[in-house]
């Protein structure tokens, strides 16, 4: 018997018939990738379909209307960009006075398309940092961050922004090899670094446990041991707090996924804690520290209510601390409607961006001499709010971005400082306003909620005709993920409008328990054992949607991806009866061999320890194990990435094999690179996407 028809062991020792396809790159796995690429592609594009709404959704993603988004540094702002000129895209920079024109001047510094044409790669770029310089000193120094295909390991190179140019190793330039990893600079010479430095320094997740100094022009394996964390440990992180007068570095030793210890690094190389929970997000800025717990504690006396945001003087939780009662300040407190949403300092202030039943509010908490006091800004901004800091180590300007399920987005930016004197802050000025990609004429967006099975309200968006068809005639597509403390607030979706709403589908987008939507409890009510509610609210939105009449269920259809891949995944095997056809994305599907597969690990602190006793309950949300052969499936998409380095393109192939092995309606598509996005540019992600909506018009919306 060949390898490929072989029943190969899995850990606990059970046979699994199709253990080897998780051989990422082995040929046999890869011809049958490109057998099931090749039939999909064929069944799907008999006609030319998949083609003609590929190229529709690319020339979305290559408008060149789209906001550019920006991050300042210095003088300059800095973007990157991408078009049909330049898939993998442009790094460049321009100036705030000809941003704020029709047709801003861009200087290009790194197109990555030359890049790779000249060095024979397949880089996807990760992202750059810059050194911010000392007082006089031009902005030089950039630590640049390039995957091959997408994948989350990448490399580091340092790139010079007077001469434009990256700095060779043989000039001294910092240069980091292949892996999942980090460089944060300190000064000129020097960065924080983590990285594979070889056996027993990275964890069972595959991310590093060390942190370590390197000094220019000395080799990376030499760099200064600073900090390793515990081999139980989910990774070890570093970063220089770079403010002006308030320059310090941190490690965040990452115990698991919502567990960290946030440790000062003093200068004679030891560490200091900062005393609080696992389980509180503990940020330090300037001479404050911001506190967001998970669960409910005390400082000295004060209740810190989980889901909350405190600040406290940096120098209470430090050494030598004999200051006055109380210590910490509660500034935001969640209610059963509000929750945190995001927030952020400033130079001088505390944004919260909070969210009453998934819609989003802006409030700045101002300093002084009586403590802190709230005052809510912009509130007639329509839609979903978003804001992100200018530069929050020298300034208090803001950026704002406002958009909504058929909003799309508009950029504004707004000066705080005035607030520090009881004033208003500057009035909103309009930066960019992207233009409408699909015709929203007649469509409406409405909220609901459905009753889950314990009696749970579920609240979920419909956006669809105004005057619906009847339910026969209506496909609807309901999307979620339930996990992750992760939220899904309305948001412009250009490729779901042209490809599904346009031409008179409905979309519906469940808030199901596991997501933040509602704070930590939310999220923490769909963890591990729980896992099932989320599910539940799930099944009881599609219930909905079939009771309210709006759409069948031959005409419903779910989606998701990774962990909403699971989710959809489950909605195949536990709830295969709601739905139509449905379709699942770089999922987690085998959840016995998960925490053997890429990250997996990362995530016991989700899902739980299937190496345990806790596989009592993860097999009940296994779909891989879940499968049934008396059981009738609806049609499945399935989808992944060869070069997903995070969820194991394994779960998705092997889930395929074992549906056709019960004659299932299964087809499946691999993108050879695109790392966990599932695509590498817009032309693969036009591809991907025209591939899904045509499934769903064949199945569905015919």
Not at 63 to 79: F, M, Q, T
Not at 80 to 104: C, K, M, Q, V
Not at 216 to 228: F, I, K, Q, V
Request: some cysteine.
């Amino acid at each position: 018997m060949s390898e490929r028809n072989a029943a190969l062991p899995s850990p606990d020792g059970t046979v699994d018939p199709h253990l080897w396809l998780e051989d990422v790159t082995g040929e046999e796995t890869l011809a049958w990738v490109r057998n099931h690429n090749a039939h999909a592609e064929g069944e799907l594009d008999a006609d030319g379909e998949v083609t003609e709404l590929a190229a529709q959704l690319k020339r979305i993603l290559d408008s060149p209307a789209s906001i550019p988004h920006v991050k300042r540094r210095g003088d300059h702002l800095y973007n990157f960009w991408t078009d049909a000129e330049h898939p993998r895209g442009l790094w460049r920079r321009t100036t705030p006075e000809s941003f704020r024109t029709d047709d801003p001047e861009w200087e290009v510094l790194i197109d990555v398309d030359a890049l790779n044409e000249v060095e024979g790669q397949d880089w996807v770029w990760h992202g750059a940092s810059v050194l911010r310089p000392a007082e006089g000193e031009p902005w030089r120094h950039v630590i640049v961050d390039l995957s091959h295909g997408g994948s989350d390991a990448d490399v580091s190179r340092e790139f010079d922004l007077v001469e434009k140019r990256f700095v060779p190793v043989a000039e001294g330039g910092f240069e980091r090899p292949e892996a999942k990893g980090n460089l944060d600079w300190v000064d000129r010479d020097t960065v924080l670094v983590t990285h594979d430095f070889g056996p027993g320094t990275l964890s069972t997740s595959g991310y590093p446990l060390q942190v370590r100094r390197w000094r220019r022009g000395t080799p990376l394996d030499s760099a200064e041991l600073l900090y390793t964390a515990a081999p139980t440990d989910m990774q070890a992180a570093a970063w220089h707090e770079d403010s002006p007068g308030h320059e310090r570095d941190w490690i965040y030793r990452i115990r698991s996924f919502y567990e960290n210890d946030l440790l000062l690094l003093d200068d004679d190389g030891s560490t200091t804690l900062i005393d609080v929970p696992a389980d509180c997000q503990a940020h330090p800025h300037r001479d404050l520290l911001l506190l967001a717990p998970r669960t409910d504690f005390e400082v000295d006396g004060v209740r810190l209510p989980a889901g909350s945001l405190a600040v406290a003087p940096l120098r209470s939780f430090l050494p030598g601390w004999q200051g006055q009662l109380p210590r910490a300040t509660v500034l935001f407190t969640p209610t059963e409607t509000t929750s945190l949403a995001d927030w952020f300092p400033t130079r001088d202030l505390i944004v919260v961006v909070a969210q009453e039943d998934v819609r989003t509010s802006l409030t700045v908490f101002v300093p002084g001499d009586d403590g802190w006091r709230a005052e809510p800004i912009h509130r007639d901004l329509p839609g979903t709010v978003e804001a992100i800091p200018s530069d929050a180590a020298i300034n208090n300007v803001v950026q704002v971005v406002a958009s909504g399920f058929l909003q799309p987005p508009t950029l504004y930016l707004t000066d705080l400082t005035p607030m520090l004197a009881g004033e208003a802050p500057s009035p909103l000025e309009q930066l960019k306003a992207e233009p409408s990609h699909f015709d929203a004429t007649g469509l409406a967006v409405t909220q609901h909620f459905a009753m889950s099975d314990d009696g749970t309200r579920v609240p979920y968006f419909q956006i669809g005709p105004v005057d619906p068809r009847p339910a026969e005639e209506s496909p609807t597509l309901l999307q979620g993920y339930g996990g992750f403390e992760i939220s899904l607030t309305p948001s412009y979706g250009p490729l779901s409008g042209k490809a599904w709403l346009e031409r008179g589908g409905t979309l519906a987008v469940a808030n199901i328990r596991g997501g933040g939507e509602y704070g930590p409890a939310w999220h923490q009510a769909a963890l591990k054992q729980h896992r099932y509610r989320a599910y539940q609210d799930f099944a009881a939105v599609a219930r909905d949607l079939v009771a309210r009449g709006v759409t069948t269920r031959e005409r419903l259809a779910c989606q998701g991806g990774s962990n909403g891949g699971l989710l959809a995944g489950n909605m195949l095997t536990t709830y295969p009866g709601l739905f139509g056809a449905v379709v699942i994305q770089v999922p987690l599907l085998d959840m016995r061999r998960y925490t053997h597969l890429l990250a997996g690990a990362s995530w016991v602190a989700e899902y739980g320890d299937p190496d345990s006793s806790d596989w009592d309950f993860i097999r009940t949300f296994s779909p891989y194990h879940l499968l049934d052969e008396t059981v009738d499936y609806p049609a499945v998409l399935i989808t992944t990435s060869t070069r997903d380095d995070r969820v194991h393109p394994g779960h998705a192939r092997k889930m395929t094999a074992a549906l056709e092995g019960l004659g299932a309606n299964v087809r499946y598509w691999e993108n050879m690179e695109g790392g966990h996005g599932g695509a590498a540019d817009n032309a693969q992600a036009a591809r991907m996407n025209a591939l899904i909506w045509t499934f769903l018009t064949h199945t569905i919306g015919g």
